[in-house]
Structure formats: C-alpha cells, structure tokens
C-alpha cells in the first residue's frame, strides 16, 4: 500500500511551505557571522604586521586614510566572493568560479598559483612567526625578568640554524595535527584562539593605558639598560642623518600603499558559506557581514590609533629606518620593531608580557593551520577532476586524514623554507604578495562575466547577488572595483620590495613563470586523460536543457 | 559502455532536463538517477488584481500575464513547486499546514509523471536505457510513478541490467537524518535493505551498487554539524563537519567489493573513495543553481576504464 507524505509541512517566514526532507538547514545566526568573519580575520597577525610593513614602504601615508582604501578594497573583495558564493554555494573558490564563467583552464592556472602562494607564504610565516613570535618574546621576558638565557636565546633563534629548526618544527606540527583527523584540526585551533584572541586584548590594554609621556620614560629605561644607552629623543635626528626623511601625508603615498590596502582584511571572506537547501536567504546576514567588517575596521582604527598615540608614528617610522641600517637601533637581534616589542616595554608585568607573546605567537602559528587546508581542498579539487593523479586523495583509514595531500604541501614548504633561510630566494625572486595578487585579480573576471557568460547560474542566485544598478549586475561592477584595485595592487607590488618581495626581472619571471607552469600541467594532462578517455573540456561544459 | 550517474536533482525541472539530454551530450550508453528526485517546497502564487502575487528567493511581487508561466518556470527549474491559490486558501495553508500535504504530493506525482514522459521523448529516440531511482526523501507514491513508465526502470531493491550486461543493484533507503525523511530507516534495517538487493546478484564482483546513501567515513559522506535548532555550527577552523554516512552501506561494500559504488545524498561532498578495491563515487548536486553534476564512467570487460566528475 502506498504511503503518504510526512505529514509535517511547516511554512517559512518567506511562505514556501517546506516538507521534511534532508539538508534543510537554518543559515547561521548573526552571532555566528559576526564569530566567524572575526576568526577570519585574524586581527592579531594584521597588527603584528601592518605599522612595519607601513613602517617600510610608505612611511608617509596617512594610517587611516589607508584604512578607509582597505574597506573599500575589503568591499569590493568580499562582495566579489560573496557574491559568486551565493550564486554557486556548493562550488568553493575561483576555481569553480572562474572554472564555469571563463574556462577550466583558467580557473586552475588561478587556482594554481593560489596555491603556490599559499605554500610560499606558509614557509615566510614559519620564520615570521620565529623572528617576532618568538625571539620578540624571549627578549621581552628576559628583559623583565632579567633572566641572560632568555635574552640569549632570543639571539640565538634569529640565527639561520635555529630559525630553519624552529620553523621546521612548526612546519611539523601542522603535518602531525592535520594527519591525525579533522576533529583534532579543531579542537587544536579552538584551544589556540582562545590565548591568542586574550593576548591581543592584552595588547591593547596595554596600549590604551600607557601614557606617550610614560612610553618615553620606559623606553629610555629599556634602552639604557638593553639598547645601548638610546633615548627617544635621539631616534628622530639620528633615523634624518643617516638619510630617512619624514614626509607630510600625501595622496601619492596612499595610491602607493594600495597593495597594503589589499592586505588588511584579506581573509575576509570566509562568511560567504550560506548553506541550507532552501534559498530564502534572511536579510539580516548581509547586514551582519558588513558589521563584521565595521567591527575589524574599527578595530584597526582604535589598535593602531593607540599605538601610534603612544609611540608617535614619526618616532616609530624612524626607529624601523635605524633597524635597518648599519648603525642600528641598538637593541640585539631580537629586539624587532614590531607593535609587540614596544607594547612588552610599556609594562614591567611578566605575565602580561607572556599573554602578549603568547599571542603574537599563536596568530601567524593557526595562520600555517589555515593555509595548509585551504591548499589540500584544492589539490583534492583538482585530483577529483582528474588535473592531478587520484592518489592525491588517499585518506588515512584510522584518522580520515588527507596524508598524500598533506604530505606533499609540507614537503613544498620546507623545500621553500630551507630556501628562504639559507638562500637569497626570497629577498630576490619571490614576490609573494603578487603571486595571490594575481589569483585575485583574476577571479574579477569570474563575477564580472558569470551575468553574461553563465546566465542560468546568474538567474538562479539569491536577489542580493542579482542586484542591478542602471541595469548593470552589481557582480560584474564590484568585479571591475577588484580589478582596479587589484591592478593598483599589482603595479604596487612590484614598486615595494621591502613590503612585497623583489621587483626585478628574475622576480616577474618567477611570478609568471609559477602561472604558466599551471598552464603546462593543465595542457599535459588533458593528454594524458585524453589517451585515457577522459575529456577535461567536460568538467565545466553545460549541459542545454532544451 | 560508457555511464552517466547523476543523483540529487529535487524536483528541478532544468536539472531533469539535463540529465535526459546527457545520453546524447555525453555519448552515454545508459543515464541513471540515483535518487532523491522529489523537491522540497511548494511556493503559493496568490490570486491578486488579475495576476499573482508571489514570494520567491526573498522577493516579493506581482506578475501578469506571460510573467506568470515566467516565474513557474524558474520555480520549477529551482526545484520547488508552484501552486496557484486564492487568498482564503493560503490563510487556510498557513493556519493548518497539514493541509498541504495532498497539494505537495499531487504536485510532486504531476512532474514525475512529466519527466517520464520527456524520458521517452528524448531518450527512446536514441535508444539510450534510463535507469532511475527513488532516495531517502522521496515518498513512496512516487515509485509508482517511475514504474508506470514504458520507458524508465525502476531501480529500487532489484538488480536491472545496464546495456554491457552489467548488473545494477539499487537502494535509495539512507540511515536516519536529522530530519526523519520518507526513507530514513536504522542501520539495522538499511543493511537488510542492502543484503537484500545484493542477495540477488549473480556476480557481486563484477556489479555496480546504486546505493543512495554513501558509505561512513569515506570523504565523500561529509556534512554540516548541525546544532539542535538545526542551525549550522562554526569554530575557529570554520564550519564545523562531521561523515554522515551509513555504516552499514560501509559494511556491506566493504564484504561485497562490487566494481563501483555509485552514491548521493551529502550534495556538498563530492568526490571519489576508494574502499578497498571498489571505487565510490558521490558526483554531488548543485540542483538549486540549476547545474546537473555527475559522473561520466567508462567500463570495459568488467572493469572500470576511467572515470570523471563532470557539472553540465
């Protein structure tokens, strides 16, 4: 005898009437797109890295000028994604993205070097994380406590040895924890983030209730006894002598730092997973997503806002120009100017001192956890479509672990560490922040073009993705902002060494030479799937329905 | 021969389509649906002023004319199921949504019947075999339906022959889901399902398993941890996921090591695993943006050729 339905119909706010029936998901909470978009975000590693990377490329831009630029880079960024992610939900990155509206083999030449980036900068935040994650803290705890051995080591770990090591060690770590399973993966980083999220609002306390009068007072103590005897009324005048000159603020200077801009809130896209089977999408997420955004932008503002009302921005531009020349600032190996070396002086507390550590640690540390993911979900992606060799997606039995994937991404990045610790590699050929800059200026032409290329999937995506304005896709005119931006990126990369990496010849060649190898990969294994009967122009080609 | 294996298409009319024109698209000696073909909402196109007034995907408005048979279309290629209604009525549907149930299963039986018959029609004429069967969210009604076709076969708990001979074993039965659909059942009674339709086999090495639900722990079984209000959950790794999948369906692949084990029902973990010497296979669905995807499998004197996940 037939059965009926399930007799449980209930209504949505929207008024489908919905049956029970698998996948029906409620979208996460505003709460949960708030959490999330934060994480993502990973405030504590941007303000480790911003005031020096300004420090040294642009000195003279104005910091909050720079700021609104990054929102609007933010904006045009995360709507980019977020918008090919509502219409293609299920699809993940610009790999499909571009895959379907421009060509497969674009959208894994894309994919491709965004990877190769990814395991680049894995190896670059190994050592980051050495340099001021770990010899900043040593210097600082043994600087309060007056402990020799620490302030030893803190010189010792910025030696090459010690750094590949260390950073190997880390490298080795993140192989352990992802080949035991996904359920350690995130009780690993749920743990982690607690510390590192405390230690950074540490961090700011700290700045928020230091005095600029008792920040002077304290550094000069700091100095006699570890700096030679610098004050911080001679950094000023003796940064001018050895040839830094101070600059007003100018519009030039923030077009400059537009690949910084880039920078600030990359990651931020992570919010875009909408989930759910049924496509009645609320309207408080949008809304939500922007707030994130208000949220880290007003983090920025009032992060660096204390920071540089403590220290003075002239004084700090000054002492990272005396860090880097041959007189220097006096402070050994260890002392780096980043935002933690200044914060560590302001207070005597030890145990503030470890929470900041801690965290300046911990963030670039989860960032590796972060790359390493992202990199094996994309060679199991194009393992998948038979780009790469099936055995790619071996799975550990006992741990459900991608190992062969996992393996091959921490062999590539210790290959690359050992490059970048003992070689000049990295200061001459690799220019990390345009090799991602490329992917993400490439992926502009997946949410321009979806509208007019691919239709059907435009047609079929949320209203918030198909927005016009004087008829135009609200996709395809934030896909032009990206790749404007990204184009400002682009010429910026190759303009700032100190910020980006090398700018000459060598270092486009390599930069090009990484995509077209994902070019020549693509094209030997269309053959060789083709001798096998496997036709790769299939992966993405539609179907016509009529 | 050479196979294309879709699954997942809930109800979308342009993902239907698709799948009947794929024969062809791809040179397919035989097409088969493994399940789950029914949608899961109804949407109400209210009387008003002479057109309709309709709520779809977060927008409200009200269509005339040409616009109307417009917007069923897109309702239909969505998946769900337009249904034209006065006002009294749907206040009647929303203050008793039992009410619904006969409107939801006559529509559902009406596009099931449709889509036979645009089997026939586009497929017949190719002589391309179409195989298709019901998952774990379909109701029962539906398989009559299915099987009334002169040109479809009904997969469900039999063995059917692909054009090379190849013996077909199907169950579109899952473990139980959060939501307690149609075809839910314990493990228990899924692996009797399973044994069942395996006992049947002449020569299990050789045959390939339709089994809806994916085997556990396989990659290709991974879902959304769900809290109990049924929202999604989220950590610092980001969205929090969990296998899903039937170990008994696990189990009894594991014992049997057919040639291919063809699966759905996770839409969002698509991909291949192999368990032992049998290769399984979850081509995903992306029906809702109305792409078909699936999987394009060649087999040669009883062995697996090659194979490619394809989204058209």
């Not at chain 1, 030893?152 to 035991?180: E, H, K, N, R």
């Not at chain 1, 963030?363 to 390493?372: G, N, R, T």
């Not at chain 2, 036979?116 to 019901?134: K, Q, S, Y």
Request: charged share 15%.
């Amino acid at each position: 005898m037939a059965e009926s339905v399930q007799p449980d119909a209930t209504t949505t706010p929207g008024g489908l009437f919905l049956r029970r029936s698998s996948g029906l998901v409620r979208e996460f909470s505003p709460r949960d797109v708030l959490v999330f978009n934060i994480v993502a975000f990973s405030p504590g590693l941007s303000i480790a890295l911003i005031p020096l990377s300004l420090a040294l490329t642009v000195p003279n831009v104005n910091v909050f000028a720079l700021i609104a630029a990054s929102v609007a880079f933010a904006v045009c960024n995360g709507l980019t994604y977020a918008y090919l992610s509502a219409a293609m939900p299920r699809s993940g990155g610009e790999y499909v993205f571009l895959g379907r509206s421009v060509s497969p083999l674009i959208g894994f030449i894309a994919n491709w070097g965004f990877t190769w980036s990814q395991i680049l900068g894995m190896a670059f935040y190994a050592t980051f994380t050495v340099s001021f994650g770990i010899a900043v803290p040593f210097f600082l705890l043994g600087a309060t406590l007056h402990n020799s051995t620490l302030l030893s080591w803190s010189d010792s770990v910025t030696q090459q040895w010690p750094t590949f090591l260390i950073a190997t060690g880390m490298v080795v770590v993140v192989a352990v924890v992802l080949t035991l399973g996904p359920r350690l993966i995130r009780r690993f980083l749920n743990v982690l983030f607690v510390p590192a999220l405390l230690g950074t609002l540490v961090t700011m306390y700290v700045l928020a209730t230091t005095s600029h009068s008792e920040f002077v007072a304290q550094f000069n103590s700091f100095m006699a006894e570890h700096g030679g005897g610098r004050t911080y009324e001679s950094v000023v005048p003796d940064a001018a002598a050895g040839g830094f000159i101070e600059q007003a603020h100018t519009l030039g200077a923030l077009i400059n730092a537009m690949p910084i801009a880039a920078f600030l809130f990359i990651g931020f896209t992570y919010s875009a997973y909408i989930g759910g089977e049924v496509k009645e999408p609320g309207k408080t997420q949008p809304l939500i997503i922007m707030a994130s955004l208000a949220v880290c932008t007003l983090f920025y503002i009032v992060s660096l806002g204390l920071f540089y009302n403590t220290v003075g921005q002239g004084f700090y531009n000054s002492f990272v120009f005396l860090s880097f020349t041959e007189a220097g600032t006096g402070l050994p190996a260890g002392g780096s100017p980043v935002i933690n070396l200044f914060a560590g002086m302001m207070t005597g507390s030890s145990v503030l001192n470890v929470l900041m550590a801690l965290s300046f640690f911990i963030w670039p540390f989860i960032l590796l956890f972060a790359m390493a993911t992202v990199c094996s979900r994309n060679l199991f992606a194009w393992s998948f479509d038979r780009i790469l060799p099936s055995a790619i997606t071996k799975v550990d039995r006992r741990f459900s672990s991608p190992w062969v994937a996992t393996l091959l991404i921490v062999l590539a990045t210790e290959i690359l560490l050992a490059f970048y610790v003992f070689t000049t590699f990295f200061q001459n050929i690799t220019n990390y922040t345009a090799i991602f800059s490329v992917a993400f200026w490439l992926a502009s032409f997946a949410a321009i073009l979806l509208p007019y290329r691919r239709p059907d999937i435009f047609e079929a995506a949320p209203p918030s993705a198909r927005r016009r304005i004087g008829g135009v896709p609200v996709m395809s005119l934030v896909g032009v902002g990206n790749l404007i931006l990204y184009t400002l990126s682009l010429i910026g990369v190759f303009r700032f060494p100190a910020f980006a990496g090398p700018n000459g010849t060598r270092a486009i060649l390599f930069v090009v030479g990484i995509y077209v190898s994902g070019l020549v990969i693509y094209v030997i294994s269309q053959q060789i799937q083709a001798r096998r009967g496997v036709d790769l122009s299939l992966i993405y080609k539609e179907i016509p329905p009529e | 021969m050479r196979i294309f294996f879709a699954t997942d298409v809930h109800g979308s009319d342009r993902c239907f389509a698709k799948f009947v024109n794929a024969g062809a698209f791809y040179r397919a000696d035989a097409v088969i649906l493994g399940g789950d073909i029914t949608g899961k909402a109804v949407v109400p196109f209210v009387e008003e002023n002479g057109g309709v007034r309709v709520r779809f995907l977060g927008e409200e408005r009200v269509v005339h004319g040409d616009e109307i048979g417009d917007l069923e279309k897109r309702v239909a290629d969505t998946g769900y199921y337009a249904h034209r209604c006065s006002p009294d009525e749907v206040a009647r549907l929303n203050a008793e949504p039992d009410l619904i149930t006969p409107i939801f299963l006559e529509l559902m039986l009406a596009r099931a019947r449709k889509w036979m018959d645009l089997a026939t029609e586009r497929l017949a004429p190719h002589g391309i075999p179409c195989f298709v069967n019901a998952g774990n969210d379909d109701p029962r009604p539906v398989d009559d339906i299915v099987r009334a076709s002169d040109y479809v076969q009904f997969c469900e708990g039999e063995v059917l022959r692909l054009p090379d001979g190849t013996e077909l074993a199907s169950c579109g039965y899952a473990n139980q889901t959060p939501w307690d659909c149609p075809r839910d059942v314990s493990e228990e009674d899924l692996e009797e399902r399973l044994d069942a339709v395996v006992a049947k086999l002449d020569d299990p090495r050789h045959a390939v398993l339709n089994f809806h639900c994916p085997p556990y722990d396989t990659v290709i079984d991974t879902g959304p941890v769900l809290g109990e209000d049924m929202r999604l959950k989220s950590g610092a790794a980001g969205v929090l996921t969990q296998a899903v999948g039937s170990t008994a369906c696990r189990r009894v692949i594991e014992r049997v090591q057919p040639l291919l084990g063809l699966h759905g029902h996770i839409h969002e973990s698509r991909g291949t695993f192999r368990l032992g010497k049998t290769l399984c296979i979850n081509p995903g669905s992306e029906y809702t943006e109305g792409i078909l995807r699936g999987a394009l499998l060649e087999l040669r004197g009883g062995k697996l050729v090659s194979h490619q996940l394809a989204a058209g």
